[in-house]
């Protein structure tokens, strides 16, 4: 819903889901809001992001985990995960920025937080900027999100 607003009635957004009860809820909310015309929701894994988008793209939000009210044990998974944000930056387009909120509290959660920071560690600061955003004051296995912006040509 954020992004659709966000593109407006020119833009697309891409949405995936394993689920088909995610898939159903953004539908009812899509078709609520008007906004279903400039949303393709897409039953499948966020892997195959690179299978249905050809051109760049200006943002992606990826929001890990399981889904809330629904089995704890659907979640999504480490490696699965890296391949997925892989396919995002390469898709991304310069001042890009890809939102990741990243969940630590269930089963998996602190193996796919890991991937994620090794992998996002290892990239040129000449070509991405990489934020982490951490509660101070919560336990370890708290949320956090991560924000990566490509960099512009102009920026060096
Ligand atoms: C925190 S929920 C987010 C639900 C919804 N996309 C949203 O943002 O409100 C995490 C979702 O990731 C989905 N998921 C798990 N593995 C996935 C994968 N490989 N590709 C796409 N979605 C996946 C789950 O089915 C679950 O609905």
New binding site residues.
């Given amino acids: 819903m954020f992004l659709a607003r966000c593109v407006g009635v020119e833009g697309k957004v891409f949405?995936?889901?394993?689920?088909e009860?995610?898939i159903k809820v953004?539908r009812g909310l899509l078709i609520e809001q008007k906004m279903f015309d400039r949303v393709k929701l897409l039953h499948?894994?966020?892997?195959k992001i690179a299978s249905y988008i050809s051109g760049g793209v200006k943002a992606v939000?990826f929001?890990?985990?399981?889904?809330?009210g629904?089995d704890k044990k659907?979640?999504?998974?480490a490696d699965?995960?890296v391949q997925?944000v892989a396919q995002a930056l390469n898709l991304l387009l310069e001042k890009g920025i890809i939102a990741i909120?990243v969940?630590r509290g269930h089963d998996g959660g602190p193996e796919e937080s890991l991937a994620l920071i090794n992998f996002l560690s290892g990239l040129s600061k000449k070509d991405f900027s990489v934020l982490q955003g951490i509660y101070l004051n919560q336990g370890e296995f708290s949320p956090y999100w991560i924000m990566i912006q490509k960099i512009g040509g102009d920026n060096g």
């Fill in positions: 949405a995936f889901d394993i689920q009860e995610a953004t499948e894994s966020h892997s939000i929001n890990l985990g399981y889904l809330p629904s659907i979640t999504t998974q699965i995960t997925a909120t969940y």
